[in-house]
């Protein structure tokens, strides 16, 4: 049991504390801290809070109720000093590969795999430095700002609820309206009601009236014919022409009348004006408008604006369990930040977090071309095995939950996805088709049969009128519209067997190639090279992945050798 109670404490296991006990960490062990002395300055867990009390009885222990306390009591870690993620331990350390300040814990559970960990620089001369001396001015000048925008946003409050107002009397007055078109509705209803009963009415009137007048004459005529119609032949004649008559003119009237059964009046609803009110569930559209603030015209603006870089950054993205050296197909970004990379050595989807560290890995049945973000946590990952598979895996690539939610099945190769206006750009090698979301084929963008791989990758601009597409065997970027027509085909020295294409919302356009080692920019309609980016020297080792970040400004350009170089821009 005691093996067991000393390596669950013991300084290398992944439990984080905010304060943790000073005689263990002394001893080399990670225990919380239950206790703090005011006059030893130290934290205490339980059990070495009771050797102290043995020898010293008289100090005055603060509880963990009194936490809050701590910190401001002596020997407590300066709020300058102390880490954000552990507010018990000090800043003591700095880790060069993220560019973060570290305490112990920090490097024992995030930092254990990077390799520059330095102790923070005695800071020599910093004091005399013009940016050390501006820090207040410049804090001064932020915290003014941040003042004049909760200002700007209390008035904003106020203005919205007076929007709230308005828009709530237009909703009312369209009510009121719609209520008004109902009321006359149902006042022409029932006039045509009303008249369709009262003209019946008269009809069932007239047709009783019709039987008082012929039963009144029938009696007189019976009575007259009984007591006249034998007095003379000629009397006996008249009467029996006089009956027959009103026997004809009788029957006649109950041939009439009879042939109506009876008078009803029916109706039947318009159904069509309670499916439209029912189908719709509001008055009109309530748009959230975000006023931006005008910014000063930015020169990265210019989809031709030759891109500085600021620095390069590489990244071994190799995991333990990785049989083989990596090779990156392909790189998406998630909403989150994170990022999924094609290992198509491997055959394994990646997944790292925005600083670029192992969050998970999921296993892909064939060799995963390339990798493209869809919407939410969904990505859409091509599968080619020219024998079985050729289509897509849609998987959910949440962390510690890969799963993979449906397949599109194509009738030709899938080496390349791209994602745009709710529809699929899938590239076979030799072509680019556009399909739905669904998997029903829309039609062949672009062809070129003349060898493999003339059609490798593909981006497309913001407003989707330009399609970028890299000839990897010809050595060429080719450009065409939304409908197929080539609008330029560039070539370069530099442009050996270019792989991936991104293009960024202002419209730069930038290639990787694998015959020579670079990351170049093209201008926006692809007709020349403006820059070369990176090269061999700078990490760029066979690059297949491109994928440009606008969260971090960055291009990521992923291929062999288990590396991933980060490109931030300017």
Known sequence: MASNFES?????????????????????????????????TKHYCQDCVSKHNGLYQKHALLSRKDVEKWEAAPGVVDALERCEMHPGEALKLVCCDHDQLCC???VAVEHRQCPKIYPIPDGKG???????????????????????????????TMSLKKTRAAISDEIKTIGKKINEILDKIEKTVFKDLDGMIAKLENNIMRDIETCDTMTIKLQNMIAAFQTKAKSSESKSYIAYRKSHNMILQADEHVRGISTIECYN????????????????????????????????????????????????????????????QCEIFGICEMPTGDFVLADGKNCELKLLDKDYRELDHYDVPEIPWDVCHIEG???????????????????????????????????????????????????????????????????????????????????????GKKIYITNNIGDQLITVDSIGTKLAQLTDPDMKKPTGVQVTPAGHVFVCCLGSDIVMQVDKDGKKKLATLARERDGVYGPHGLFFSSRTSSLIVGGVKCTLLVIRLI
């Open 8 to 40: 669950s404490i013991h300084r290398g296991c992944d439990f984080i504390h905010d304060y943790s006990c000073s005689p263990c960490e002394e001893n080399g062990y990670n225990t919380e801290a239950q206790h703090y002395c005011t006059q030893c």
């Open 126 to 156: 910093i004091q005399r430095s013009i940016e050390f001396q501006q820090v207040p001015k410049k804090m001064a000048e932020l915290q003014k700002q941040l003042e004049k925008m909760k200002e700007a946003r209390m008035k904003n």
């Open 104 to 106: 112990s814990v920090c």
């Open 265 to 324: 009046v029916t109706f039947q609803a318009n159904n069509l004006i309670e499916e439209l009110l029912s189908s719709m569930k509001t008055f009109g559209a309530i748009e959230e408008q975000t006023v931006m603030t005008k910014q000063r015209k930015d020169p990265n603006s210019d989809p031709n604006h030759v891109i500085s870089v600021s620095e390069y950054k590489k990244y071994n993205v190799k995991m333990s369990d990785d049989e083989y």
């Open 377 to 463: 946590n969904e990505v859409a990952v091509c599968v080619c095995n020219n024998a079985y598979r050729k289509g897509l895996y849609f998987i959910n690539a949440a962390k510690g939950d890969f799963v993979t939610t449906r397949k599109l099945s194509f009738d030709h190769d899938c080496i390349a996805a791209a994602h745009h206006g709710g529809q699929l750009y899938i590239s076979s090698g030799t072509a680019l088709y556009v399909y739905t979301m669904t998997g029903q084929k829309v039609k062949m963008l672009y062809e070129d049969k003349s060898d493999s791989r003339t059609v490798r990758k593909c981006a497309i601009s913001n407003d």
